[in-house]
């Protein structure tokens, strides 16, 4: 008996070791770390989902893609999804522990198709909480907060489709593009490396007043044709990489988008509270939305909102193709958010993807990534405000060249290999000479000038013209460069008129005399063609309209002497100061004539004179930013404050035989506002008083449009030359109300076509004494050219209403002139066309 329990109980005990063993064989961790990509732009996809097919283990992804999960349960796959991209699995060994890449393919789906059950949505609870609370969660509370950031910038041509790699340019790059095929990987869509660049700040913030500014500590430049310049180096900066979700309107290429989180968030989205989860040690609700109307400025996406304030931690927000964007595929921002110790959350991470479209079935696409990542917050400590009044400062070292290791330790997290090779293609591309070419070829169209090494030739804008002045106009000049001098800007140009049988010729020389606050010194002298009413110091920010004046039909045209000297200074942040001399003199195309005494009928009757004035000029832009790019600076606008110009001149009498004593006060103000739904207005508003009685070309002539083209900046119904004033006050307005009607009527917002509005006032007139000098005739008898102006108290008004954005190019303006209709041939209203290239 006792033999037969020791034989069983060895067997039990056999039996026993070995299930022990087995389990512990088949309950062996398995462990999986890997990446989540887009398999068409190579971008992390963060707050993906992670899951062992079978069980409920599972995570999300982190900002940069990356996942990290075990588990002891038998399963042998592991499954990657995320909404908007196709599902992907793949087979996991069991028991060991391995890496797991993912690239996920985009896929269409149609996000209305959510059903919401009977009752109050319960995402509109949150969203009542997260409007309630946006006050303590934005950062704009802050008084002041400063950050370390870096950023990243990527440009690639993507959509390399077979037809397009059979071109006889591209196929002399083939061995570049085998090499993007590899890294591309399985999934992933090959792209070719056009730019990449990274840079290190400092950013600093100050509210009351508001107050910011980047110092852009060093910097990393690779691209085709672009060379290591100061203006790229501002670009990059994160300045202009910067979204806060907590306004109700977000400005991305140029257009105003509604924040999902923005006060009106029920009259433009629809959500549905999909899960709430632990990101970190936070535990947050996650809601999905997407516009009501597709063809609106608004995003699809996701949001992850904190339980415990109501606080903005993740977002990723996604702007489709349906979207009224002309050549825009896709506008992709992600955002990660950490709460200060006040409360309000700063973004610790963005990342941003704009993909644009093809052109043409058979052409390449190109995608723009842009990345920053921001530590080590430090948050109401502001200083003075003479502390930010340069917003952007690149540091002098910035771009000195320094090896990778050093960037190693510069950047927040490590390239990716990919993004290493992007630079190894780079620097290949750049060497090989079609490449070199085109890149050429392609700077003169934007610059307008062909670089020569320490001159530029150009513009070739203004190469040739025509007019019935002139006849043919041909035009050649050059300008130095900072290779040149770090302080001087040399600029020449020389013109010929074969029917005036003429030349005209243009020289400057001007000197950087401070690039803290920006001082130049400019001497200008000028012999050429010019139009009463055109201004090219008022309108030198407008190139395009400069050079048509030149063509065509030259009305009330004269030969001028110009001699000009400037000196110009910022005092502080916004606000410039200007003071300048200027002789010139009016030798009349036309036949014009003004009497030198009318209160004497003998007196002779003259068309010549030649005046001296001196003028100051102030201009205040509180908030504008300005590039310097070397020894030129330029103005990228400003966010919410208008543009004050106020303009003093005094003429002198016998200063280089001057002819008058005169004194004449402009003012100009100019604003961007944004309307909301109604889209974006600009308003011009617009002054001048002249003082003295003076012969009309030197009052104001109000700029008339004969041509069938409509221009923002003349009066499109208004004859030229038809009025002239002494004193008077104009408004301009144009109102870009984007979708906003078009976008809801059925079929008509397939088109994308979007509404306008325009309107001109002027009040205006000239006194008696400047009409007496108006002569009749010219000196030799004949007759002269009329002129008009406006009855005091009636004002000359025009509205508008047009469609643009047909065919993406197209604008057709609808003008109506409500007032001064019995004047003679006068046009009531106007079709007018336009071609223009916008997003």
């Not at 303590?136 to 397009?164: H, P, Q, W």
């Not at 090959?190 to 107050?211: A, G, H, M």
């Not at 900066?237 to 105003?256: A, D, P, T």
Request: glycine letters at 6%; charged letters at 25%.
């Amino acid at each position: 008996m006792l033999s037969i329990i020791v034989r069983h109980g060895l067997r039990l005990s056999f039996l026993l070791i070995f299930f022990v063993l087995a389990n512990h064989l088949y309950a062996q961790e398995t462990k999986v770390t890997g990446k989540v990509i887009d398999a068409s732009s190579g971008d992390p996809v963060p707050f993906a989902n992670v899951v062992f097919k079978g069980t409920t283990i599972g995570v999300t992804t982190d900002f940069d893609g990356n996942f990290s999960l075990s588990t002891f349960s038998p399963s042998d796959s592991i499954v990657a999804s995320y909404i908007g991209y196709k599902a992907k699995a793949k087979p996991v060994t069991r028991g060991v522990a391995q890496v797991i890449n993912f690239q996920l393919i985009e896929d269409v789906i149609n996000l209305q198709e959510i059903v919401i059950l009977a009752g109050e949505n319960p995402a509109w609870q949150i969203l009542r909480n997260v409007v309630k609370n946006k006050k303590e969660n934005d950062k704009r509370k802050l008084l002041a907060y400063e950050y370390d950031t870096y950023t990243k910038i990527e440009i690639d041509v993507d959509n390399l489709s077979e037809k397009f790699r059979q071109r006889k340019v591209v196929k002399k790059i083939t061995q570049v593009l085998d090499s993007v095929e590899r890294i591309a990987g399985e999934d992933g869509k090959p792209i070719l490396p056009l730019f990449i660049t990274e840079s290190v700040s400092k950013i600093y913030y100050r509210d009351n007043p508001s107050l910011k500014k980047e110092q852009i500590l060093k910097t990393k430049i690779n691209g085709i044709g672009v060379e290591d310049g100061s203006t790229v180096t501002q670009l990059i900066g994160s300045s202009f990489q910067e979204y806060n979700f907590y306004q109700n309107w977000l400005n991305i290429v140029s257009k105003e988008f509604v924040s999902p989180i923005a006060d009106g968030w029920r009259i433009y989205y629809e959500y549905d509270l999909t899960d709430s989860l632990y990101i970190g040690e936070e535990f947050c609700y996650r809601l999905d939305f997407y516009p009501k109307s597709p063809q609106d400025l608004a995003f699809t996406g996701t949001i992850w909102i904190s339980k415990s304030d109501y606080g903005l931690k993740q977002i990723d927000a996604n702007i489709g193709k349906q979207a009224n964007l002309n050549f825009i595929e896709k506008i992709r921002l992600q955002q990660e958010l950490e709460r200060t110790e006040s409360g309000a959350w700063l973004p610790s991470k963005n990342r941003v993807l704009i993909d644009v479209s093809e052109v043409g079935k058979d052409n390449a696409g190109m995608l723009a990534k842009f990345y920053t990542s921001n530590k080590n917050f430090i948050i109401n400590k502001p200083y003075p405000p003479s502390f930010y009044e340069r917003a952007i400062q690149i540091a002098e070292d910035a771009r000195m060249f320094e090896d990778d290791k050093y960037w190693d330790t510069l950047r927040h997290e490590p390239l990716s290999d990919t993004e290493k090779s992007v630079y190894k293609m780079i620097d290949t591309l750049r060497n090989i000479p079609i490449v070199r070419t085109y890149t050429d070829i392609f700077k003169v169209v934007i610059d307008g000038y062909y670089n020569l090494g320490k001159v530029e030739v150009g513009p070739y804008l203004g190469a040739v013209a025509w007019n019935t002045q002139e006849g043919l106009r041909l035009q050649a000049g050059l300008k130095t460069n900072y290779q040149f001098s770090k302080h001087w800007i040399y600029h020449g140009q020389v013109a010929y008129g074969f029917d005036d049988e003429r030349f005209k010729y243009f020289a400057s020389a001007q000197n950087v005399m401070s690039k803290d606050h920006w001082t130049t010194l400019t001497f200008r002298v000028r012999r050429d063609l010019a139009r009463l009413g055109v201004d090219d110091e008022s309108l030198a920010d407008n190139p395009i309209f400069l050079t048509s004046t030149r063509w065509g039909n030259f009305r009330r045209g004269y030969y001028t002497d110009e001699y000009w000297v400037g000196f110009q200074r910022e005092l502080f942040k916004g606000y410039s100061q200007k003071i300048s001399f200027r002789h010139w003199t009016y030798d009349p195309t036309f036949n014009f004539g003004y009497l030198s005494n009318p209160s004497d009928v003998a007196s002779p009757v003259l068309d010549r004179f030649q005046s001296s004035e001196v003028s100051i000029e102030s201009r205040y832009a509180r908030d504008e930013v300005f590039l310097q790019n070397d020894n030129e600076r330029f103005s990228m606008g400003t966010n919410k404050w208008p543009i004050i110009t106020l303009k003093y001149t005094h003429g002198f009498s016998g200063v280089f035989d001057s002819d008058f004593d005169y004194d004449r006060l402009r003012l100009t103000i100019k604003k961007r506002i944004k309307t909301g739904p109604l889209g974006v207005g600009n308003l011009t508003f617009s002054s001048e008083y002249v003082f003295n009685t003076l012969p009309y070309p030197m009052l104001t002539l109000h700029l008339g449009n004969q041509s069938p083209f409509y221009s923002a900046v003349t009066y499109n119904l208004m004859d030229f030359g038809e009025f002239v004033s002494d004193h008077y006050a104009s408004i301009q307005y144009r109102q870009y109300l984007e979708g906003f009607l078009l976008n809801r009527i059925p079929l008509m917002n397939k088109l994308k076509w979007r509404l306008l509005a325009t309107s001109n006032v002027i009040f205006g007139g000239m006194r008696q004494s400047n009409r007496d000098l108006i002569a009749q005739f010219t000196p030799t008898g004949e007759a002269s050219l009329p002129t008009g102006y406006f009855k005091e108290g009636k004002p000359y008004i025009e509205l508008g209403y047009g469609v643009e954005n047909i065919f993406k190019i197209f604008r057709i303006d609808f003008v109506h002139r409500v007032s001064y209709l019995d004047n003679p041939d006068v046009r009531k209203f106007g079709v007018l066309f336009t071609a223009q290239l916008q997003l």
